[in-house]
């Protein structure tokens, strides 16, 4: 027994012996592709020296002699950090991620085929202005030169997850960085999803109500054009929503881009000069989607977010200009529902006639199974949508097929100009100049220079017949002629605000235009709560300071609970034992005293917003699944704040969908709000126990910024993943969207990954932070040093200085020309 006691013993100790030798292994190699900021490298593809100095945020300064240069340098700088970042990005795009991560990408593949991106992309590249395309080139070279380093020096195969997947690297040519432009202009736009959404609506509910829970702005009367069940013989789907695939970059309903963008003149500011804040929004990543850089050209420096991928500064300032994005909403997708000939399905009818489509075969690479051959399909609209691709087999009648129309697949769309020019604008009238070859993504430009601010929409809208059957709302049919776009709507017709004699400039995804069809813009906006609590901050100060509007922008007061909880809980507070006498009385007392008191403020340390969000989510799972069933009902997962109030309000009846129809008895929106509460609570005591006042906001509103890979790797997700508590809610300022899906409905999944604030008055005092860290790399100390001070709403200075950048250089790394 003694002997087999100490055989066990040392066959313990070798299995931990060997267990740390494989992690040491394991470390070695992982270690090896961390990038060594202090060094000197001798590349292809230079005129001359560029040196690229990490400030201690490891923020790259890049200098060189020429702009080529510069955007070479930024190249290599981004393929230092984000190289597996950029690699997905690119086969996202190529629709080749099947090749890596085999069947659970393949229908985000064949959807990426099918439109197109990568194709389109090649052709943008030839569009693009002279200098555009040498900056592409040029920093593309930067790139390859990285990989030729990370090959001849064999460092760890340039990051860490390349030890998993392949470890095969193409060369980066400038239509992979357009195509990346064009990725990020599908994550921002969701109107074909949101037309699908209102189809399905319409199946289901008669057009008052219809408008309940898609309110319209500007609004239609629900006669003035056919809802979708009156252009298409279809009954309602009620089926539950197919699971989301790995990695698909189409926004869910109401998940598209989202942001914050305000700017106050000289006469509005203390500092008798400008100011500029802006915090874009989209899903939240591990690392996030943004990169700080600092980019010095021969005629001065830029300073600001990047994405990695694409060459220049996407939203900063220069040393005269700044300007910041805000996703516009601009409706530019349309869903075509093209009927098939019953005789020979290769045809589809036209306005003219039976024509045939137009169809390209294509093979996609499935892991280590036979790749697969694909028929892809167009018709004179746009491609033919695979499967339930956003959503719309699910409203597609049987003998028809889905194209899809969309701006961003012009290929002659200008963007990647707008990008390069901006950077070099010196002022608004330049800015704008900058705007007139972009088309997709539409977005609203807020700038400002040193005295003057202003507010335009970039990018263009399709211009609609006014006789449309679905005012771009819903899919319609496409072998109606009345219905195809007539190009696009003129630059001078897309809204501005210029110089405005307020002094301030202002949007949160908000509604620009008040213009009727076809130069509204979007019937489906945004914002329609944070824009208010903005206003009254902006308002409240004469005068503006760089504080101001970083305590603005850190805002997490909600303005939807200051309206809905008086309106939901209008019969409940004060009235002694609260309803009824059963389990949850304590906790129903308590909860509803401190929600009397409560002021909306959304703090990570209280229980009033769990409580809040709880029974608001529960309160509409209540009122919509009599009337849309179980299945639609749990896709209504995320807040619709203006159905809630005009429920409680009655607008036009809208008080009807607190009546369950199938019960003997008549519910009132009371009844509604009680079992809404209950329910509420009884979720929140069997999660996070029987104390009120243990209950944390923060335990339940986890930012989950996820490695999009090593994420879902256990063990391994502990270090990939950066996950902590945050403030903030769907619709403050300081955004948090919720996930709204099990296991943490709770979640913020969707948040500002980039802030900053630009004084004209002491530029060099303007802020930045992004969400995670510079580095993509997990071993990196830069991967998520950052995180904490995003959290906590706290920025990190960055200079145009050269000499501040060198006195507190981390590292500086020369890249030669070969052979010097």
């Not at 040196?51 to 230092?80: C, K, M, S, W």
């Not at 963008?261 to 989209?282: C, E, G, K, T």
Request: charged share 20%; net charge negative.
């Amino acid at each position: 027994m003694a002997t087999l006691f100490k055989w066990l013993v040392r066959a313990f100790v070798g299995l931990i012996v060997l267990g740390l030798l494989v992690l040491a292994l394991v470390w070695y190699l992982a270690s090896g592709s961390l990038p060594q900021y202090d060094n000197r490298v001798e590349v292809t593809g230079l005129g001359s020296t560029v040196e690229i100095v990490r400030d201690h945020n490891a923020v790259p300064h890049i200098f060189a002699e020429t702009d080529e240069d510069v955007y070479f340098g930024l190249g290599y700088a981004h393929a230092q950090d984000r190289l597996w970042q950029m690699t997905v990005l690119r086969r996202t795009a190529q629709g080749r991620l099947s090749e890596i991560f085999g069947e659970a990408t393949f229908d985000t593949d064949v959807l990426l085929r099918t439109l197109d991106i990568y194709g389109v992309a090649r052709q943008m590249v030839e569009h693009q202005s002279p200098d555009t395309q040498a900056a592409l080139r040029a920093y593309s070279a930067g790139v390859n030169a990285r990989l030729t380093q990370v090959r001849e020096e064999a460092l760890g195969r340039g990051s860490p997850e390349f030890f998993l997947f392949s470890r095969e690297i193409s060369p980066w040519t400038p239509a992979d960085s357009v195509a990346v432009n064009r990725l990020m202009a599908l994550q921002l736009s969701g109107h074909a999803v949101s037309e699908v959404r209102r189809a399905e609506l319409s199946l289901l509910l008669p057009p008052d109500r219809l408008l309940d829970i898609m309110p319209e702005a500007p609004r239609l009367s629900s006669l003035a054009q056919p809802e979708f069940a009156d252009l298409f013989d279809m009954q309602p789907a009620n089926t539950p929503l197919p699971l989301r695939q790995a990695l698909d970059p189409v926004a869910e309903f109401g998940m598209a881009g989202a942001s914050n963008a305000w700017a106050v003149d000289a006469s509005r500011s203390a500092s008798d000069s400008s100011l500029l804040a802006n915090d874009p929004h989209l899903g939240l990543s591990a690392p996030t989607i943004w990169m700080l850089a600092r980019l010095e050209f021969p005629g001065g420096g830029a300073i600001g977010g990047t994405i990695p991928g694409m060459p220049g500064i996407i939203a900063g300032r220069n040393e005269s200009f700044a300007w910041g994005l805000t996703t516009a909403y601009t409706d530019d997708q349309d869903l075509y529902i093209e009927k098939l000939n019953p005789d020979d399905p290769s045809e589809y009818l036209t306005p003219d006639g039976y024509a045939a489509l137009t169809s390209r075969e294509v093979l996609i690479g499935v892991g280590d199974a036979p790749a697969r051959t694909v028929t892809l399909r167009r018709t004179r609209h746009g491609p033919v949508l695979p499967g339930d691709a956003f959503g719309a087999g699910r409203i597609t009648p049987p003998g028809h097929v889905a194209a899809l129309a969309w701006t961003a697949l012009d290929p002659t769309d200008r963007s990647m100009d707008t990008l390069i020019e901006m950077q070099h604008a010196r002022n608004i009238d330049e800015g704008r100049r900058a705007l007139r070859g972009m088309i997709a993504p539409s977005q609203n430009f807020t700038m400002a220079d040193a005295n003057t601010v202003a507010m335009v929409v970039g990018g263009l809208a399709p211009l609609r017949q006014d006789s449309h059957q679905g005012m771009g709302r819903i899919p319609v049919p496409g072998w109606v002629a009345q219905n195809d776009w007539q190009g696009y709507v003129t630059r001078d017709q897309m809204p501005a605000d210029i110089d405005p004699r307020s002094g301030l400039v202002l949007n949160t995804n908000n509604r620009t235009t008040d213009r009727a069809f076809p130069y509204h813009l979007s019937h489906v906006w945004g914002d329609t709560q944070r824009i208010q609590r903005a206003r009254r901050l902006l308002a409240e100060r004469e005068f503006h300071t760089v504080d101001s509007f970083v305590e603005a922008q850190t805002d997490i007061v909600s303005q939807t609970a200051r309206i809905l909880l008086p309106l939901i809980g209008r019969d409940l507070w004060w009235t002694g034992s609260p309803v009824e006498d059963d389990a949850l009385a304590p906790l129903r007392q308590v909860a509803l005293e401190r929600l009397a008191e409560w002021n909306g403020e959304m703090s990570e340390h209280g229980p009033e917003p769990l409580i809040y969000a709880a029974w608001v989510r529960n309160l509409q799972r209540h009122l919509v699944r009599d009337e849309l069933g179980g299945a639609m009902a749990d896709r209504m997962t995320r807040l619709q704040p203006l159905f809630i109030e005009r429920v409680f309000r009655d607008v036009d009846g809208a008080s009807e969908w607190c009546n369950i129809s199938t019960s003997q008895v008549e519910e009132t929106c009371g009844d509604m709000t009680v079992r809404a509460l209950n329910d509420a609570l009884a979720e929140l005591r069997d999660t996070y126990g029987t104390r009120v006042e243990a209950w944390r906001w923060g335990d339940a509103h986890l930012a989950m910024q996820e490695h999009e890979v090593l994420g879902r790797i256990p063990g391994i997700a502990l270090i990939a993943s950066i996950v902590q508590p945050t403030g903030g809610g769907d619709d403050t300022l300081m955004r948090g969207r919720l996930s709204g899906a099990q296991p943490n409905p709770y979640a913020n999944v969707h948040a500002s990954g980039l802030r900053f604030v630009v004084d004209f008055g002491d530029p060099e005092n303007s802020r930045y932070i992004i969400s995670t860290g510079q580095s993509g790399h997990v071993l990196s100390r830069h991967y998520d040093d950052l995180a904490v001070l995003w959290r906590r709403g706290e920025y990190i200075p960055m200079s145009l200085s050269e000499d501040r950048a060198r006195a507190d250089a981390i590292g500086v790394t020369r890249l030669v020309p070969r052979g010097q």
